[in-house]
T-cell receptor, first 113, second 116 residues
Framework: EDQVTQSPEALRLQEGESSSLNCSYT??????LFWYRQDPGKGPEFLFT???AGEEKEKERLKATLTKKESFLHITAPKPEDSATYLC??????????????FGTGTLLAVQP | DVKVTQSSRYLVKRTGEKVFLECVQD?????MFWYRQDPGLGLRLIYF???????EKGDIPEGYSVSREKKERFSLILESASTNQTSMYLC???????????????FGPGTRLTVT
């Protein structure tokens, strides 16, 4: 069964304290891995897509990397405004074009000033 | 920018009522999706549609139906609302992609539904 697991469930950092969030996946035929940011009471906001092992994407203080079994979201020198829930999702399977995603349960990040 | 809008941010309904949640996207996306999000369970797919008048069941379709009469609009219907349908409902859209490719989904702001 296809599965996505995120860790830790929650992470508290001091402003400027760099860290990484993990997304491990077990799927048949990865087509894409997605990172989203979700603020309380709002819909997820798209951040990155990674397609193949070794790929990296960056946006401001965020950097996403991908291996054959997991993805990391590295947060460098975080600020309080980076506080949010970060969701990981994968699209898998060898056929079809409907773009169904499998989501992890997210990591709740709190950055304290 | 892709824009996905949902008809209500907050909704309170009584048990047994018929509830309509509407979603509109402005990017001419073929695919549209309805999810519910609950603490500890993540996002779960209720229904999706890949074309007008086409629909497919997701992982938790029981108690729900959908309608897609126009490409930009996708409605979720709770035929007879129950308290266990209290949740955050999220609509999303994406382009349709060739087999073997992938494309991100864009989400609306969500509707917090409370059934009493």
């Amino acid at each position: 069964e296809d599965q996505v697991t995120q860790s830790p469930e929650a992470l508290r950092l001091q402003e400027g304290e760099s860290s990484s969030l993990n997304c491990s996946y077990t799927v048949s035929g990865l087509r894409g891995l997605f990172w989203y940011r979700q603020d309380p009471g709002k819909g997820p906001e798209f951040l990155f897509t990674l397609y193949s092992a070794g790929e990296e994407k960056e946006k401001e203080r965020l950097k996403a990397t991908l291996t054959k079994k997991e993805s990391f979201l590295h947060i460098t020198a975080p600020k309080p405004e980076d506080s949010a829930t970060y969701l990981c999702a994968v699209q898998a399977g060898y056929g079809g074009a409907t773009n169904k995603l499998i989501f992890g349960t997210g990591t709740l990040l709190a950055v304290q000033p | 920018d892709v824009k996905v809008t949902q008809s209500s941010r907050y909704l309170v309904k009584r048990t047994g009522e018929k509830v309509f949640l509407e979603c509109v996207q402005d990017m001419d996306h073929e695919n549209m999706f309805w999810y519910r999000q609950d603490p500890g369970l993540g996002l779960r797919l209720i229904y999706f549609s890949y074309d007008v008048k086409m629909k497919e069941k997701g992982d938790i379709p029981e108690g729900y139906s959908v309608s897609r009469e126009k490409k930009e609009r996708f409605s979720l219907i709770l035929e007879s609302a129950s308290t266990n349908q209290t949740s955050m409902y999220l609509c999303a859209s994406s382009l349709i992609v060739p087999s073997g490719s992938s494309y991100e989904q864009y989400f609306g702001p969500g509707t917090r539904l409370t059934v009493t």
